[in-house]
């Protein structure tokens, strides 16, 4: 099968080298010039494990290319997925604008029988505002192919979407007849055939199960942070909680963890799109808009937790380990790092900051405030002479705690952990102030050391 792919961003790239992988010749269209020009050679924009080497393969296989040229990519093509951006817009609902513009490319430009496939995380009635876009544009010409469109939400994990996708636990596409329904089956064909994955509904009901599930497992977090403050408060352990509701099959173990907040592209934009959605129609979503509340406050504890713990924070160094909003990514979208790397240089603080992968993006993100921040080469260069440091993200390398390097490295002896990664007691015998997330602070026996 011929597909083309609107957009060369995570979504599109991730589901282009898969299905290219499984067999199809795809072609992915994107109106940046240079990333066009960038994939063509080899080179992949968003750092993914395996992503690129899999780009590669199939580019010299013959199998997937890139192009700007719009009519040059839906020649031919049996099925075009729509995987553009829908960012947030002031009021909380998804920016349709680049859905819409592919779909009046598509209405001007397709010239034989297509499919169009919205994979961009979109409200419930996009099927239809896309329908009726392309149905508009045909109007106007007098070659009119047949051109249908489905839902076909994407649920991939940043850092292991290619397994997600294709070892996924459900592949949903929602249809309107059963000739796309089987399109879409042929298209997923690869990904299918040991045991049945499609789950295929009405268009509505797809397009609203990814703003479900996200709003779910955000839920999940939002609700594990409370749970925190309040183990805080009353000196539990949200670590022993967790496991404690977690052994609970009708609960689970997954997205229990507290910590500073959810980030990334999905979470935060698609809960306010869902209660965007509600209002819209009359609803109150007050579970939602306590969801979205909950994760704004948790995002600010940091600060505030070193703000307590460090005399001054005026002159003071902090080093930050972990940009990326989670682990194998270097995308730093609302970040817990970008609030309280905000805060620190607000409140004239030093800081020195190290991520294996999201520096560069985290750079972009800060704009201008980025040239009050060191960026290291290591996470040890990030502690010369600190005198706290703050955890965001729960890479691999900082897992381990070793007492004597950070010692060596650092002035101060306060450590503001948002991943929860560390022995409480441990720290404290290390000769450190430990305050982590839902747990008993940690002090030495010497607090004024610490300190």
Sequence with gaps: MRIAIFGSGYVGLVTGACLADGGHHVTCIDVDQSRVDMLRSGACPI???????????????????????AADGLRDARVAFIAVGTPQSPDGSADLTYVDAVARDIGRLAENRLLIA?????????????????????????????????SNPEFLKEGAAIQDFKHSERIVIGTSCPEDEQTMRDAYKPLNWQHEKILAMDVPSAELTKYAANAMLATKISF??????????????????????????????????????????????????????????????????????????????????LAKAVPSLQGATVAVWGLAFKPKTNDVREA?????????????????????????????ALGRQADQVVF????????????????????????????????????????????????????????????????????????????
């Excluded at 919205?118 to 051109?147: C, F, W, Y």
């Excluded at 979470?267 to 939602?288: E, M, N, S, W, Y």
Aim: charged letters at 25%.
């Design 47 to 69: 750092w993914e494990p395996g992503l690129e080497d899999m780009i590669r393969a199939n580019t010299a296989q013959g199998r997937l290319d890139f192009t700007e040229d």
């Design 118 to 150: 919205n994979k961009s995380t979109v409200p419930v009635g996009t099927a239809a505002r896309v329908r009726a876009i392309v149905n508009d544009a045909l109007s106007h010409r007098e070659n009119r192919p047949k051109i249908t469109v489905c």
């Design 224 to 305: 594990m942070n409370e749970i925190a403050t309040i183990a805080e408060a009353t000196g539990a352990d949200v670590e022993k909680i967790r496991v404690g509701i977690g052994s609970d099959s009708r609960i689970g173990y997954p997205f229990l963890y507290a910590g500073a907040g959810y980030g990334g592209s999905c979470f935060p934009k698609d809960v306010a799109a869902l209660a965007h959605t509600a209002r819209a129609t009359g609803c109150q979503p007050r579970i939602l808009d306590a969801v979205g509340a909950v994760n704004a406050t948790q995002k600010a504890s940091l600060f505030r937790k």
């Design 336 to 364: 817990p790092s970008l609030d309280l790397v905000r805060s620190l240089i607000e409140a004239g603080a030093n800081v020195r900051a190290y991520d294996p992968v999201a520096m560069e993006t985290f750079r972009s």
């Design 376 to 451: 290291t080469r290591g996470n040890l260069d990030a502690l010369t002479g600190a005198d706290a440091l703050a955890i965001c993200t729960e890479w691999e390398e900082f897992r381990m705690f070793d007492p004597d390097r950070l010692a060596s490295r650092m002035r101060g002896r306060v450590i503001v952990d948002g991943r929860n990664l560390y022995d409480p007691s441990r720290v404290a015998e290390g000769g450190f102030h430990y305050i982590s997330v839902g747990r008993r602070e940690a002090e030495p026996a010497n607090c004024a050391e610490a300190r």
